[in-house]
């Protein structure tokens, strides 16, 4: 395969992948308890509203930051930390 059938090859799988927010997401769970991503790719998580104090990654506290996108990688998990829930977009990498 020459250069310009892999860049052609790469530009097709890129243009295959959903966009948008994933439709099969989950449900943003009980406050401290841990959704998956059961999806092959790495996700950015949008986390938007509702009272929030602790973000967590693979059970990492993600600094003080409690709002904003969050990188989550295939298998990994996210927990909030909430007293009003808030909601969230998983949009693939």
């Known amino acids: 395969m020459d250069n310009v059938q892999l860049k052609t090859l790469m530009a097709v799988n890129e243009a295959a992948k959903p966009t948008g927010d ?50 989550v990688r295939p298998g990994s998990t996210i927990a909030l930390t909430y007293s009003v829930a808030p909601t969230w977009q998983w949009f693939r990498v």
Request: charged share 15%; net charge negative.
């Open 22 to 71: 994933w439709s099969a997401k989950p449900a943003v769970p009980a406050s401290t308890v841990a959704a998956t991503n059961t999806e092959a790719d790495t996700m950015w998580v949008e986390v938007t509203g509702g009272t929030v104090t602790v973000v967590k990654v693979d059970n990492v506290t993600i600094g003080s930051r409690v709002a904003g996108l969050f990188l």
